[in-house]
């Protein structure tokens, strides 16, 4: 069936298999020891003109999320989000798991505001209590967010000058961040991010791999013994080349960016048409991820022809539902969708 | 110096310390299993009207509430409390260090309301995404809450109805429980607390104690091996009858609730003596804790004389602050306070 | 180069290779509910004889360990393995991590035996102190243990019958089941685990699979929302699929017994060449891993051409290696070996 | 009853309730914060000959152990004890609860050896696989073991040096510490454990007081924000004051070493009258805990006369027990229990 659903619905861009097939027989050795983890490495700090990166890959956004923000608190601290943000509300309970609290700020279409986070660092160390409560310990922003809108260069500017101003590192979760690097509509490079954050992620499992994503640490803050942490936050791949072929392949020739920006072209063809048939938009975002808001009878009839995703349900009558595109997503769905709706 | 900073400034009744005198040179075994740990959960479950509680001292207030919520809640779940609630904001990440998300709702005066109870858990189950965010386990209620508000029977009656339709047990974190029970406004006893709770702790440490919290289990959701789970928390008490002999005084003869009584009685007093002096409140709360709003200078004028608690900043100008009144408070305080004043 | 360092040097049997390419392109949903997942469910249903089996796939052994042990252990338990156990030693405290002690007892060539067992289950609940301790909740074994060695149907009955008496599930990592499966010199098949553990994986990463294990839970102690627990443990692949497709080929037409077996053919070669060469066996197993007493400089001379693994330093002259046959190992890879030694 | 059974039968040294007594209605701040807690503070360096060490007051004993060795202890460390320690085998695994591993050494008479210590620490670090194992992050003593035993100076002296060497702090669990430097047998002074230790705890419940055990860093290693640390982990006392004060009565005057002595003395006395009456010793202590085998009809019959403790069971026919003097034993109890015997 025609999908939307999400944007990882299709398994690995070909080329990537290609490479796997091709490196099959190869004896390598374990744990991310082995070449293509190190030419991918190389590859990726180029791209983000940081030659001084740690580089790590893991294989999914929710484990990234708890082993990084693990290993980057101490005990006492907890990670400032926005309330929407994906380890706040759909990883399960995973940061808090691992004994930290996600400290909460009020979402703005998905992002965090720099005013609120400042508030919140100082009112902090003005409350006569603080030693009592959970000092906010680092700050989590994804980017794109998880409406699939995106910060400005001013905004990530202003947000890292206030962490760093506070010493606490600033962490970006990258799971969808070729949709932001190639979006229309972004002033923010990888460089920027390697340059204004101290540990992110470029995701790979809903960018054109079949699994991982790749933990950047851009030299300031690499935590102490990470791999042991990765071990024992079973987040370790005994074949670390599975990533690592992976990313070795998307780093080559710039395949990361010309897949993701596919997925904005398709995203922007579908935005088009969304607006050509009068539809109703819930948030118009700039990245790859479109949320409508439709009449139930609608969603009804339209669920038995494509695949896309529950979001909320704002009253009786009505849902919001996202469409996501993605690398795999081509031209001739789109027109298949226009014909549906 | 004065003192209304809080209402653990002085030890303990001296019927307590008379009766630690008497029995200090009797061998009794450890862990809780001395006559006068039995004698007071006999005099308590009585007090309940319950005879089928389970009972058990612990010595503080967030070491109780973290032991108590870990053994009730599943890995997966977390607890509902307010966003002003103890266990959100002022206990360390005690809860999140034993894996366990607070899950918020808004507060009124630092309670919570049953109808965004109600919604919360029936839009938990609603969303088609629930099994990636972590369960709501059970709801945490303070009484009086962290603004020495109450809860009226109405209002508990509702929460306990939601709680047990959704098969998840109800919490009380009874700190300051003898000043809510002892208010000239509220319409809840303790047999109405041991109805309608599945799990709560009358508090010592606040009222008339040295240390010590008795927990009690209403009979439908006793932790299996609770003793063993206490201890793992570093909670279980070598001397045990040091909260045993202590809940067995506060339990003869009513003790418990006449210096409960009494604290109220001050609170009355020092009410009527702020707003005959015309003094702003920020909040006037039915039970011990009061809250001004003071002008900076007033603040700094105050402290020299006499101890209060700092609050919040509401502006620059201004500060709340909190007078607290307890079983040690005397009308003589209440006198010099209003000298000062 | 040539290398016998373990069973996970290459990527995945070619026809899984084909599988993922054949169906790369299919719009799939996530986390495990698409149809590959449940043909695979069915084929390894039917291949333990156990339809009411509850399956799930995750990606990694350390992972599914500590997922599957936290999900089954509760909060005052631990769980009882040898000493030389991959969770009591190489697993970097991914157990501990969540919160659960591993209670250990003597390896005998890295199996656990039946009576000692017994003793250390008879003898906690007979001290008198027991509620002070860790119960143990659980028993884990490996099969193959660490060391290549098989249990006995006789003792797995044995262990199975001593856990069942105390009402504490058994768990078995099988990351290398395949090779116990199809050695030699075993009397257990997969429907005698089924039928004897409640809870244990098959392992895919070491026996042909890109990553990938297989729990299973036998029908009678499935954790209460395992999903959930699974994504709080960061183990919840988004492309579920992705161990699904491997699965679903591995349990078509026995390639996954195939595949073993070849590895054990390779290996009672290895074992047959290095008998004849007259290598003393620090460890000669029935299944893929076999373990070689060397003299220092004959692993000096050898590791420039061969790879094989470090195991441990006995004394100052000599060092136990391992030399590990798998799925991707070749007749001519064995006769090389041979001409080097 | 007579009773043997620990050193934690009765409340607490009169001297401490009088001083109780006189300071029950003086207001004082709470956490620690109060003039008491300084005083005992500043009498207890002086103790030690420190100045500079860091006091925090805690109320239990695998509280305070929990919460020092997480707050000592990366993500990625555990701690190294005797298989024998307290917090091996009777913390209702409080060490793990908190995600870190207890690493063991096998006891000699509950002592650890200093030679098994470093090769332990010698061979982690040439294991090339140590990445994937719980690095040794500290080490614990009980001083006295929990057989009562003593580590001479010399042994202290190279147990220090070893951690220091490795840059990993030892941590001292002082429960029943004044036995230890009161024994008649012992060259450890307070300050030599100040001086080799970089932690350690100065027990209170179990040497006459209702509760209290006082955490000492040496200045070398004082955890960041601890206070909050401790909060976290359940263990700030609102009235810090109260371990404040009998800290403070116990290091007046030496109260704290002539209580200790006294233990000891009447422990001597115990030995003697145990040897002529010929009873055999399972172990016999150089401090407050003798251990004896007696047949099971002499326990039947002894039993009902005065409290002792079960240890453990080595035959059918025997049971170790354990005999405990303390600074509540009379020479009438002694005497008492000379006739019984």
């Not at 708890?66 to 989000?81: H, S």
């Not at 942490?229 to 998307?250: M, R, S, Y």
């Not at 790859?288 to 704002?314: C, G, T």
């Amino acid at each position: 069936m025609l999908s939307f659903e999400n944007d990882y619905i299709c398994g690995a861009h070909e080329r990537i298999l290609q490479r796997l097939m091709e490196t099959n027989r190869e004896p390598l050795t374990g744990y991310g020891n082995d070449p293509y983890c190190e030419s991918a490495r190389e590859k990726i700090r180029a791209a983000l003109n940081c030659p001084e990166a740690d580089i790590y890959f893991l294989s999914g956004g929710t484990q990234t999320n708890a082993t990084v923000i693990d290993a980057l608190l101490d005990k006492y601290e907890g990670v400032v989000a926005a309330d929407t943000g994906h380890i706040s509300t759909h990883e399960a309970g995973a940061i808090e798991a691992t004994g930290h609290k996600v400290l909460t700020l009020p979402q703005h279409e998905g992002r965090i505001a720099a005013g609120e986070l400042k508030s919140l660092l100082e009112s902090f160390y003005q409350d006569e209590n603080h030693e009592h409560m959970v000092f906010p310990g680092m700050v989590y922003l994804s980017h794109p967010t998880e409406y699939g809108t995106l910060y400005t260069h001013a905004e990530l500017e202003e947000i890292s000058a206030i962490c760093r101003a506070h010493d606490i590192p600033l962490y970006l979760d990258g799971a969808r961040l070729g949709y932001a690097l190639m979006s229309y509509h972004t002033d923010i490079t990888l460089p920027d991010i390697a340059r204004l954050c101290d540990a992110f992620y470029i995701g790979g499992t809903k960018v054109g791999a079949l699994c991982g994503e790749a933990v950047v640490f851009t030299g300031h803050c690499t935590p102490k013994h990470f791999l042991t942490i990765v071990k024992q936050h079973g987040a370790l791949l005994a074949k670390g080349w599975l990533p690592g072929v992976q990313f070795d392949t998307l780093f080559t020739d710039g395949l990361y960016f010309q897949i993701s920006r596919h997925a904005i072209d398709m995203a922007e063809l579908l935005k088009k048409g969304l607006h050509e048939k009068g539809y109703t938009f819930y948030l118009e975002s700039p990245t790859n991820q479109q949320f409508l808001l439709l009449r139930d009878e609608e969603v009804e009839r339209l669920k038995k022809q494509v695949a896309f995703s529950f979001w909320e349900k704002p009253d009786a009558e009505h849902t919001v539902v996202r469409f996501a595109t993605s690398w795999s997503t081509t031209k001739e769905d789109i027109a298949q969708l226009m014909q549906i709706l």
